[in-house]
């Protein structure tokens, strides 16, 4: 399905490292200080489940071993776990706000 003219879409600027930082680009605005565009809102369930499942906390040594085995190239994804686990999990949010 053709949505509109190539002609008529912006050109998109490649994101440097300079940008990512928050630093001034070469119009001199800063990334930091740009309005938002969009504004995004959580529905009452949404914001129910992320309150009952978060309590703030994460294993900061998982983190970082997870990261050095990502930079020593070993770390691998076990597909199969994460989508059980996500099965498992869909089926206790459902059990627990289906009632």
Known sequence: M???SLDSKASLAPLT???R??????TGASS?????SATVQLSST????RAADSDGTFD???VQ??????RDGKFEVNAEAIADKLIANTQEILRKYSS
């Open 2 to 4: 053709k949505i509109g």
């Open 21 to 26: 930082s928050g630093q001034a680009d070469k």
């Open 32 to 36: 930091a200080s740009a309005e938002p």
């Open 46 to 49: 949404a914001s129910m489940i």
């Open 17 to 19: 490292n300079e940008r």
């Open 65 to 70: 071993r997870m990261a050095q085995a990502i």
């Open 60 to 62: 900061a040594e998982k």
